[in-house]
């Protein structure tokens, strides 16, 4: 098994491909790549502002509500509430999507991946989990809320930390609070 500790105070926040807000990004593959080029990405997103989200061509997203009140998503001119924190929504990246806040500024986890190169699948976590250990996949542990130990790894993820994780046989994550773990397949899944 391999672990690798993303720590949250290590991120440095950069601007929404549109300029309409700020994103820290958690992991990508491969390393270094940019917003052209990932075949993954995983960010935590702080959205103050109503009004477009960025297109990305041959893009999937999951947004998952970590704070705040929430917002409607407008996909393609369909209407959807993301108002309940920790409910993954799943839509093409590449569709026109609109943003209104339900109230006020919200962070989210973005997870973004290229079709045809790579695959996510967004689960949210309580309590003591055996996390899978699927051939051929990374995992991806983020801690949403309270802090959280991954076992067999004897590391310890505070609130936005994360563990890129390969070979998770016997790993069992135990939170006091809310962790998201997104599996991520395809080539590009591994590190």
Known sequence: MTVRVLRADGRPAAPWKNGGGLTREVAAAPDGAGTADFAWRVSLADVAQEGPFSRFEGVDRVITLVDGPGMVLTVDGSAHSVAERYAPFAFPGDADTDCRLLGGPLV????????G???ARVEILRGRVALPAPAGATLLVVVL????LLEAAGTALGRFDAALITGARGE?????GVAALVTLTGAAGTL
């Open 108 to 115: 989210d986890l973005n997870v973004m991946t290229r079709r």
């Open 117 to 119: 190169r790579a695959g």
């Open 145 to 148: 809320e309270g802090s959280a």
């Open 172 to 176: 069992v994550l135990d939170t006091t």
